[in-house]
C-alpha cells in the first residue's frame, strides 16, 4: 500500500463521521485518523525496505559467484560459468566447471527465442542441453541451484556472446582459467526499483545501479512496463560502453 492509499484510507474514515452528520471532530477521533495515516505508511516504507534488503541480498551473492569462479578457473583450469534458467519459477542460478582450458565454447552469437520459428527453438534447446552435459555443479560454492526470492526477478542478461537483451529461457556468464570473464550486464528488479550489476571482463570491478519506478499513479501493468523500458535503456548504455 502507497502514500496515496493511505491518504485515501484516512480520507474514507473522515468522511464517514461527516456522513453522519457531524460536524466537527474530537482530539480522539483526529488522533485516530492520523495514526491510521501513520500505521498504513509505515507498512509501505516496511516493505520497500524489505524490498531493497533482498535485492541487495541476491546482487551481493552473485558478487560473489563471479568473484569465486575467477579464482576457481584458475585453480581447476577449466571454464567456469555462472548459468542462469530465467523461464524458471522461480528463477535460479548456479556455479557450474566445466572442461578444460582447451575447451572452445560454440562460437554463436545467442538470439532471444521469442524471435526464433519452432524449428529453430528445438534445435536451440538442443545445442543448449548438449553444452549443459559438460558443466556439472560447484560443489565448493553451494549445494544446488540457488533459488532468486520472490520478491526479485532478473529481467534478462547481457553479455558478449548476444547482440540482444536475453529476457527468457537459459543463459550463462563465463569465467576462464587466464582470470578473463565475460563482458556482461545483469538487470534484475524489484516491485520498487531496477537495479543492475555490471561486469568488467578483465577487471574484478562490478559495478551496480539503481533507478526507482514510478509508482504513484500507475496500474500494475503500467509499472511492469516501466521495470523492462528502463532494463532495456540500461542495456543499450552499457553496449555502447
Avoid at 121 to 142: D, Q, R, S
Avoid at 172 to 188: M, V
Wanted: charged letters at 30%; zero cysteines.
Amino acid at each position: 500500500m502507497d502514500k496515496k492509499a493511505a491518504k485515501e484510507k484516512t480520507q474514507i474514515y473522515l468522511s464517514k463521521k461527516i456522513s453522519r452528520g457531524q460536524a466537527g471532530f474530537s482530539l480522539l477521533e483526529i488522533l485516530v485518523a492520523l495514526t491510521l495515516g501513520a500505521m498504513l505508511y509505515g507498512l509501505f516504507a516496511t516493505s520497500a525496505n524489505d524490498s531493497r534488503d533482498h535485492l541487495d541480498q541476491v546482487m551481493n551473492n552473485l558478487k560473489r559467484a563471479i568473484r569465486f569462479s575467477v579464482d576457481e578457473a584458475a585453480l581447476r583450469n577449466s571454464i567456469i560459468r555462472v548459468h542462469f534458467e530465467l523461464d524458471k519459477e522461480p528463477q535460479n542460478w548456479n556455479v557450474e566447471y566445466g572442461p578444460d582450458s582447451q575447451f572452445v565454447l560454440p562460437n554463436k552469437k545467442i538470439e532471444s527465442r521469442s524471435k526464433l520459428g519452432e524449428r529453430a527453438k528445438e534445435e536451440l534447446e538442443a545445442e543448449f542441453k548438449e553444452l549443459n552435459k559438460k558443466f556439472n555443479p560447484v560443489t565448493e560454492f553451494n549445494d544446488g541451484l540457488r533459488e532468486i526470492s520472490p520478491l526479485v526477478r532478473i529481467l534478462g542478461i547481457g553479455s558478449a556472446l548476444s547482440d540482444e537483451f536475453i529476457t527468457e529461457f537459459e543463459h550463462s556468464l563465463y569465467i576462464y582459467p587466464t582470470g578473463e570473464k565475460d563482458n556482461g550486464i545483469i538487470i534484475l528488479a524489484t516491485d520498487e526499483e531496477v537495479a543492475s550489476l555490471t561486469i568488467n571482463p578483465f577487471t574484478l570491478e562490478l559495478e551496480t545501479q539503481y533507478r526507482p519506478l514510478k509508482l504513484e499513479g500507475n496500474t500494475i501493468e503500467q509499472i511492469e512496463g516501466q521495470k523492462y523500458e528502463i532494463a532495456k535503456d540500461m542495456f543499450e548504455s552499457w553496449k555502447q560502453k
